[in-house]
């Protein structure tokens, strides 16, 4: 069984400021910690599960020099492998080569998710709202949608509790959540200890990989539309002169093809 665990830090326990989880803050050096730790018992469960091959993806935008790198290395769980500094929600490698199951870790919810602790979609300054035709969605729903390409389906997420909530909704009550925090407010949270929260996900993981009625891919109906409103009309010309791009209206920009993975690609590069 191979496994991908795509993680962020927003969803981790203990964690609800931007000054946790942006780098060249002593807070943020704590939290690659705690960021850390639920990451490696998610790695514990899966290999638990009979998981052979694990890949962890660190999709966490911390900013600088820390951008998508933000795990200690020295306290990496032994038996994964470590994907650092790549573009997020395009490292498509082992989907092409065959993957059973995305779980995600420190997941939050999407922009605009009342007592969503540090929602956002994307881009916290310069998008409002983004969809898959007209379903709206977060970044997992992007996440999912891109393995849903390639027919893995996403089994368990970690985070705040409306997250987990959004992520059931979105892809079905079978998903196994983690809710490590209840949302108090954008920048307030209830959470569980680490160490409760560890525990938590190295059980739940371990059961979502265990079990046989897995969620269904998610695959959306073709032709495809991803469709971003972003923050301010400025914005938009980025996207000018993108292969499938359209400019909708003064902050509406929308990608159309015959699969997510190709509106995705083409929404970010000209080609
Ligand atoms: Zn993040």
Not at 54 to 81: N, Q
Not at 146 to 170: H, K, M, N, Y
Not at 251 to 269: E, H
Request: contains cysteine.
């Amino acid at each position: 069984m191979r496994v991908i665990i795509l993680c962020d830090m927003e969803g981790i326990s203990c964690i609800e400021t931007w000054e946790q989880v942006n780098s060249g803050t002593a807070f943020y050096q704590e939290s690659r910690k705690l960021y850390t730790d639920e990451m490696n018992a998610a790695v514990r469960g899966a290999r638990a599960a009979g998981a052979h091959e694990v890949i962890v993806v660190d999709c966490h935008g911390a900013g600088g020099g820390y951008t998508f790198k933000s795990f200690l290395p020295e306290r990496l769980e032994l038996g994964a492998e470590y994907v650092f500094g790549y573009p997020w929600a395009r490292y498509i490698t082992p989907f092409e080569q065959g993957c059973d199951a995305i779980l995600f870790v420190g997941a939050h919810a999407m922009a605009g998710t009342p007592n969503g602790v540090l929602c956002h979609t994307v881009s916290s300054e310069s998008w409002h709202n983004a969809w898959i035709n007209d379903t709206l969605v977060g970044e997992s729903g992007i996440l999912a949608a891109v393995a849903g390409c390639w027919d893995v389906p996403a089994i368990f997420v970690s985070g705040d509790d409306v997250t987990c909530q959004e992520v059931r909704t979105l892809l079905g009550a079978e998903v196994v959540t983690a809710p490590v925090k209840i949302g108090l407010g954008r920048f307030s949270a209830r959470s569980m200890a680490p160490k409760d929260a560890c525990a938590l996900i190295e059980m739940r993981v371990a059961q979502a990989l265990s079990m046989r009625n897995w969620p269904k891919p998610y695959k959306a109906r073709a032709p495809v539309t991803f469709k971003v409103e972003l923050a301010t009309p400025d914005r938009v010309h980025d996207f000018m002169g993108r292969t499938g791009v359209r400019i909708e209206g003064p902050r509406m920009v929308s990608s159309t093809a015959d699969t997510f993975w190709q509106a995705w690609d083409q929404f970010w590069y000209h080609h």
